[in-house]
C-alpha cells in the first residue's frame, strides 16, 4: 500500500516521538542504577546549601548515588566530612558573593537541554538563559556581579581537532547579556585581528567589575587575553595559556599550558602578571580544568578518578611550584571556596 505524504509525516513523527521516549527511558535506568551510594565513599545527606557562609566550599557531588551531580557544601577546614547536598543540579558551577551560575544539561528527545542559570544565595533562580551547546567553563566576578560561562557548539573536548566554543558574560544587575565574545575587538600585538576560527573560553575576573582575563584560540594557538567589559576589547598578553584564573591579590594567573602539539597534554603552570614569567607547579598529570584559587597560596582542580571514566576528584597543588599534590574530595567538581 503506497502511503501519501500526508501520512509518511504522521508515521515519521510518530517514529521520532517514540525513539525520544525509548531514549529518555533508557537514560532513566542508567540514572537509577546511580541511585546507590558507592561502598566506602563520602557520606551525602540532603540539606540546605547557601552561597552566604563564608569558610564553605561547594563543588558538585560526583559519587554515585541519589545526590549525584547535585550542588554540596563542607567546611573549607574538613572537606572530608559530611556533605550537605542541595536540590540544585548542575553540570557546571561557580559562586561568589552571595551569587551562583550553574549549567545545566539534561536529555530531551531529540537533543540535550541546555541552560545557564544565575541563583542568588538561597539557590533560587533570578534568570536562565538557554545555551548554544555543552557546559564547559563558568565563573563568577567576585563582587557577584558578573558571571560568565563557556560552552562547546561543535567537539566536546579542547584536545579536539575541531571544536568550537561560545562565551557569554552577564551583569546580574542589568542583565545585559554579551552573548558571544567573538563579537569584541581583538588586539593582538598591537594590531587588530579578525578572523574567522577565533574562539574565546575560560572567563576569570578581576575585582574592579571591568577587567577580566580569558583563552583565544586562533591561527592554530592560544593566547591569554585581558579584556574590559565595557569596552568590549581584548589584547592578547602571552601564548600558549589556557583556562586561565586570576588569584585573589590579582598578581598571577594559574593555567593549564599544553606540552606536547597536537596532543591533549596539560601542565598547571602560573604566571606572574608583573613581568609574564612562569612556573610549573608540582602536579605532574595532565589537568583539563580552570583551576580554582582557594586563596593567594592554593589552588584546586579536578583530575579522573581512577579506575571511574565518568567521575572526577579534586586535588590541592602550592601555587609556588614546590610542594605535593593532594587529594582534596573525591568524586567532587567545580570548587569554589566562599569568601
Known amino acids: 500500500m503506497t502511503l501519501s505524504p500526508s501520512r509518511r509525516l504522521l508515521v515519521l513523527a510518530v517514529a521520532v516521538l517514540l525513539l525520544g521516549g525509548l531514549a529518555a527511558t533508557l537514560v532513566l535506568r542508567s540514572a537509577s542504577r546511580d541511585d546507590k551510594p558507592s561502598a566506602g565513599g563520602p557520606t551525602v545527606t540532603a540539606g540546605t546549601v547557601t552561597l552566604d557562609r563564608p569558610g564553605s566550599l561547594t563543588f558538585l557531588n560526583g559519587g554515585q548515588g541519589p545526590h549525584r551531580g547535585a550542588l554540596a557544601s563542607v567546611p573549607a577546614d574538613a572537606p572530608d566530612s559530611e556533605r550537605t547536598a542541595s536540590e540544585l543540579d548542575c553540570r557546571r558551577f561557580y559562586a561568589a558573593a552571595g551569587t551562583g551560575v550553574c549549567l545545566r544539561s539534561t536529555p ?133 595559556v589556557e583556562c586561565p584564573s586570576l588569584s585573589p591579590d590579582e598578581t598571577r594567573i594559574a593555567y593549564k599550558k599544553r606540552v606536547r602539539a597536537g596532543a591533549s597534554l596539560w601542565r598547571e603552570h602560573v604566571m606572574d602578571l608583573g613581568t609574564l614569567r612562569e612556573h610549573a607547579l608540582a602536579e605532574k598529570h595532565s589537568v583539563d580544568d580552570q583551576a580554582a584559587w582557594l586563596d593567594d597560596r592554593t589552588l584546586a582542580y579536578g583530575l579522573p578518578t581512577d579506575g571511574a571514566a565518568d567521575s572526577t576528584d579534586l586535588w590541592t597543588v602550592p601555587a609556588d611550584g614546590g610542594g605535593a599534590p593532594r587529594l582534596l574530595a573525591p568524586g567532587a567538581s567545580s570548587p569554589a571556596l566562599l569568601r
Do not use: C
Open 108 to 240: 530531551g528527545a531529540l537533543a540535550q537541554d541546555n541552560t545557564a542559570l544565575i541563583v542568588d544565595s538561597e539557590l533560587r533562580t533570578l534568570r536562565s538563559f538557554p545555551l548554544a551547546g555543552t557546559p564547559s567553563r563558568a565563573r563568577v566576578s567576585p563582587s557577584g556581579r558578573f558571571a560568565a560561562w563557556t560552552v562547546f557548539v561543535s567537539g566536546e573536548s579542547y584536545g579536539a581537532a575541531f571544536f568550537s566554543t561560545r562565551t557569554a558574560i552577564v551583569d546580574t544587575r542589568t542583565w545585559k547579556l554579551e552573548a558571544n565574545l567573538e563579537e569584541f575587538a581583538i588586539d593582538m600585538d598591537g594590531r587588530q585581528h579578525r578572523a574567522q576560527d577565533v574562539n574565546f573560553w575560560g572567563v576569570t575576573f578581576s575585582k574592579d567589575d571591568d577587567t577580566f582575563y580569558a583563552t583565544v584560540s586562533t591561527g592554530g594557538e592560544t593566547h591569554l587575553v585581558k579584556g574590559s567589559i565595557s569596552g568590549r576589547s581584548v589584547k592578547t598578553l602571552a601564548k600558549n
